[in-house]
């Protein structure tokens, strides 16, 4: 015959339902991507035509003329950022001990990442080359004279 | 080798060697909770041999220099876990370190594991660490009652092999810098235990336990610092075994 037992504990009660698993995968996908449009951004801002000294308000025009730059941007700030927060986030987690102090610097984390991510996308979706009262004269062919 | 078969053809009795002896100092983190000082550190000379280990030289203070001295042991061969203890600053069983491994010109500091309430000098409250080790269900869950055992291919038996050796001693958890924060995180010791259960083909709640470690407390808190590895007193490649826990949680089973 043999003995029953039954289970001697019941589940665990679930705590709420947590993001950390989407957390985990977002900094390694993100991350990955990251690598590709940092370097590359790195490569053809100072590497390609006349590197470091070729930047200036025209470059950046010249560049956010083509919707793919500024694709490659936005996916880059908001990737970064996000990335960035989120790293940010778990070092609070790790080393704030009070759930206060934990708590304000989580939420101050976030209120700057969303900040920094509307200012920015504002900038690259609304940007005008024009903006400069002399842009006439380096982006002849783009802007009129004021 | 010294003891060469002509060697012991020329002695008739082999001579055994005198094991030597050597000064060394312990400075052991002392608290009394009824004496209401602070931790503080105290310095004992004793005289060890080379066989020795630091559980040794701390019974030798027990019983010779100082009895109020309060550590936890009991098989004393690196099997139950009991004297899990912080020398020279690294996570180790006091009955499996010998004091010669060390460096004996340098005082050997002897303090309790971090992380956990100390209750009396070397001693502990490991309830904490013992909760996280339930909440995993840390036992078979299966459906079936078969009268014989339940059979399982060795292959099967290999893949959880590493995480049957742990023998509960805290010096993973405990050396987990995630866990000193708030304690609050599963830590190395649990997830080994869950791992365990959750890659055992005869156990049927690998979900249960999967889902229980995909706790905002969970593997995820898990930075990947390997201190839990190398503090491993059994060789268990903790890190390797969390890792595989969160691959499991990705999956969503097995």
Known sequence: MSVVIEQPKSPRSRKAANWEKYGWMYMRASGAILLILIFGHLYVNLFVGQGIKGID???????????FWKVWDGLMLWLALIHGTNGMRTIANDYAERPMVRKVLNYTLWIVCAALIILGTLVITTFDPCIDPNASTYLPGVCAVK | M????????????????EVPSFN??????????????????????????????????????????????????????GVC???????????????????????????????????????????????????????????????????????????DRARFDDTTK??????????????????????PAAIVNAHRFIFDSRDEAAEVRIDILNDKEGVWRCRTTFNCTEACPRGIQVTKAIMEVKQAILRGRR
């Open chain 1, 57 to 67: 308000f025209a470059f950046v025009a010249g560049k956010w003329a083509n919707p």
């Open chain 2, 2 to 17: 010294a003891n060469s078969p002509a060697v012991l053809e020329a002695s008739a009795t082999p001579v055994i060697e």
């Open chain 2, 24 to 77: 060394v100092t312990l400075f052991v983190r002392r608290y009394n909770p009824e004496d209401g000082r602070e931790p503080y550190w105290q310095d004992f000379d004793v005289t060890v041999h080379g066989t020795d280990r630091v559980l040794d030289a701390l019974h030798k203070i027990k019983w010779e220099l100082d009895g109020s001295l309060t550590f936890r042991r009991s098989c004393a061969h």
């Open chain 2, 81 to 155: 876990g009991s004297d899990a203890m912080r020398i020279n600053g690294r996570n180790r069983l006091a009955c499996k370190t010998l004091i010669k491994d060390l460096n004996i010109n340098e005082p050997i500091y002897v303090e309790p594991i971090k992380g956990l309430e100390v209750e009396k000098d070397l001693v502990v409250d490991m309830n904490p660490f013992y909760q996280a080790y339930r909440d995993v269900q840390p036992f078979l869950i299966a459906s079936d009652k078969p009268a014989k055992e339940r059979l399982q291919s060795p292959e």
């Open chain 2, 166 to 187: 742990c023998i509960l001693c805290a010096a993973c958890t405990t050396s987990c810098p995630v866990f000193w924060t708030d304690g609050q995180y599963f830590g």
